[in-house]
């Protein structure tokens, strides 16, 4: 059946998703590829939820199978929601059906069979507009549509996945600590922070600002310090402040944190972009800056 | 035996993005450069090529302009460079930019693996290694952080958002890697002036013999995102004054 198709690893996501479809006024269908989410997804307010039963611990191999789906019930839009996962499955459909993608978008407009997006490009600091006639298919984070409920049928189709990527183990991530995209204060270290033992300066400083710790890429990925950081590949912020410390302020992180209220930046570079970004920032080294500002903010 | 191509894309450093007062921009003064996370791509496929014994190819769908990019790419250690030289490149959605890619790979034989990176620095739509992946219709595992290749099998850890994956596929195989699955070293100088002697081959998009190449997508604005704060920076005085400034500052916002 024509309409749009929604898949999400993420439940609530998927529900945002239905959420905006229901608003286009056309049929709205979940796509699932186990029972359980099969059954949570019942409860997300679309027309119809389909079971693409395949058999693979692995949801991306079956996106030959859940391509080949679409295509048979003349699906004009597929929403998925914007995860790893998500984004993989949903880079496969199109490129088996040959059809427009537009990835993590942060607005769409549908006007007779016409798609507008907007998405940003270059780290976060251009937006782009694009236009498709056709089948497109758009992965879309959370937190941008109400979540829809309301109960619908399922409706089960065997397929078969592709089993030539075979899952041997999975080790779950345990995000210990706070969520960061939650906190109301945020003091946030950066790659000019070189030993793991100086977070010490950066947990006093949050102490007596009642803030949470949050990072960069670096910080995250590369020197796993943190489990959680800010940017457009990490998670974005929006505290009533932002303090950095050795933080460079290159795009791809300011474009997590620039819906802060206030930034500051401290930096020794008197040219890092972290200024450009900033309400207030303070030139100089952070063990002799960081230090002191514990002491002052003490003293009120 | 087989050859492993890394995919890499040359882009305008979005550090030197000029922005017009109607907010258009303007990139004739930024300078261009691989793609940050390709570079990781490359040093990927190149040490996949020593396990595997094959050649490591580097491969970029570019203008004109990407011409530049080869002895860079080279001196980063791949054996050949593959330039797709074609006007299309500057306008190409994901569907044309796949779609050639995974001609330039059929062409070029006894190809074992396909490397690029999680993401390109412009676009970074994290879209191309799946659909060039479908377009060859050949396994494809994304987000990987560690790879293993063990005879004709590829081992590979993805690091997702929720968990760790272990997976394995039989080579050929499309996979993009996180910047984080090794240290992309600086080209020595030697390996600058080696660069040079290295083998290129550019084709057009004609030579790889595609019918249809119209972009799916149709760009019709790029607005600069503009940044309006105060900009205070305290540069003056000691640290301390800095410091009160900031402070009292802070407090007159509410913050504190
Ligand atoms: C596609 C893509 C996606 C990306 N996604 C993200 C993302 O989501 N999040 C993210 O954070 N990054 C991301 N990045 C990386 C980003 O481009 C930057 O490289 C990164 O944010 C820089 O991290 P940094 O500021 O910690 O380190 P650096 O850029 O190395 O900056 C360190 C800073 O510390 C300062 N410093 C050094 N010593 C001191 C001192 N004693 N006192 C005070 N200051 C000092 C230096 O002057 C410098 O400004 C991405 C990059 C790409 C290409
Ligand atoms: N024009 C291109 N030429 C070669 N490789 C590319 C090109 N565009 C994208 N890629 C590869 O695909 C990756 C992901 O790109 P994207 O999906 O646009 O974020 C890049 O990091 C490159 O490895």
Redesign the interface.
């Known amino acids: 059946m024509a309409g749009i198709y929604i898949y999400s690893d993420k439940g609530p996501l998927a529900a945002e998703l239905v959420g905006f479809a229901k608003t286009t006024g056309k049929a709205v269908n979940i796509v699932t590829f186990d029972q359980n989410s099969a059954a949570s997804a019942a409860e997300y307010g679309a027309d119809k939820v389909y079971l693409l039963a395949g058999d693979s611990l ?1 949801v ?1 191999n079956n ?2 199978a859940a ?1 080949k789906f679409l295509m048979n019930e003349e699906a004009e839009l597929f929403l998925v929601g914007s ?3 998500g ?10 059906l ?7 978008v942060s607005s769409i407009v549908i006007n007779d069979g016409q798609v ?1 997006t907007e998405r ?13 006639d ?1 089948m ?1 298919v758009l992965t879309i984070p959370p937190g941008k549509f109400e979540a829809a409920s309301g109960t619908a049928e399922i409706a089960t189709v065997n397929i078969n996945a ?1 089993s ?10 345990v995000k210990k600590g706070v969520d960061i995209s939650a906190a109301d ?1 945020i003091v946030c270290i950066g790659l000019g922070m070189e030993k793991k033992q100086d977070m010490q300066i950066a947990q006093d400083l949050a102490q007596v ?1 009642g803030a949470e710790i949050s990072c960069t890429r670096g910080i995250a ?2 020197r796993q310090w943190l489990p959680q950081y800010i940017g ?2 990490g998670e974005t912020v929006k505290p ?2 932002y303090l950095s410390m050795g933080v460079s302020g ?2 791809q992180h ?2 997590g944190m ?1 819906e802060a ?4 930046g401290i930096d020794i570079n ?1 040219k890092a ?1 972290i ?10 080294d952070m063990f ?2 960081v230090p ?2 514990i002491q ?2 003490k003293n ?1 | 035996m087989g050859k492993v191509i890394a995919c890499y894309k040359w882009v305008p450093d ?2 030197d ?1 000029k922005i017009n007062s109607d907010h258009t ?1 303007d990139l004739s003064k930024a300078k261009w450069k691989i793609s940050d996370y390709d570079k990781n791509a490359i040093e990927a496929a190149v040490q996949a090529a020593q396990v595997l014994e094959g050649k490591a190819v580097s491969l970029t769908f570019g203008g004109a302009n990407a011409k530049s990019s080869l002895k860079d790419a080279l001196s980063r250690g791949p054996d050949e460079a593959c330039w797709i030289n074609s006007d299309l490149a500057s306008e190409a ?3 044309v930019t ?2 050639v890619l995974a001609a330039a790979v059929r062409k070029m034989e006894d190809v074992s693996l396909v490397i690029c990176a ?2 390109a ?15 060859l ?1 050949w ?5 990987v952080s560690n790879i293993s290749i063990n005879g004709n099998t590829i ?1 590979a850890e ?13 080579l050929p ?1 499309v996979i993009s890697v ?3 699955v090794n240290d992309a070293p600086l080209p020595s100088l030697k390996a600058v002036i080696a660069a040079s002697k290295k083998p290129v081959t550019e084709l057009g998009d004609k030579d790889l013999g595609i019918t249809d190449l119209t972009s ?10 503009v ?1 309006i ?7 003056e005085g000691d ?2 004054d ?3 400034e ?2 009292g ?3 007159k ?1 509410g ?2």
């Open positions: 692995l991306e996106a030959r391509a995860t790893p996962r984004r993989d499955i949903a880079a496969r459909i199109a490129g088996y040959q059809c427009a993608m537009v990835s993590d507008s940003m490009i270059y780290g976060g600091a251009v937006i782009q507009s694009e236009m498709i056709g497109a592709d030539r990527v075979s899952l041997i183990t999975t080790a779950p991530i204060k600002l990925e590369e457009i590949s009533s402040l290159q795009v300011v474009v620039r209220q206030i930034i500051v008197d972009p200024f450009d970004a900033a309400d207030y920032g303070i030139v100089g002799e800056i002191l500002l002052e903010i009120i | 979005e550090a993005i921009i959605d994901g569907f796949a779609t999680e993401g620095s412009d676009t970074y739509a994290r879209q191309i290694t799946p659909r060039l992946g479908a377009e219709d396994p494809v595992i994304t987000s081992r993805r690091q997702l958002d929720d968990c760790i994956q272990t997976v394995e596929a039989e195989a996180l910047p984080e799916k997508t149709r760009v019709q604005s790029q607005k600069a995102y940044m704060r105060k900009n205070i920076i305290f540069t640290a301390l800095q410091v009160k900031l402070v500052n802070l407090k916002e913050i504190l």
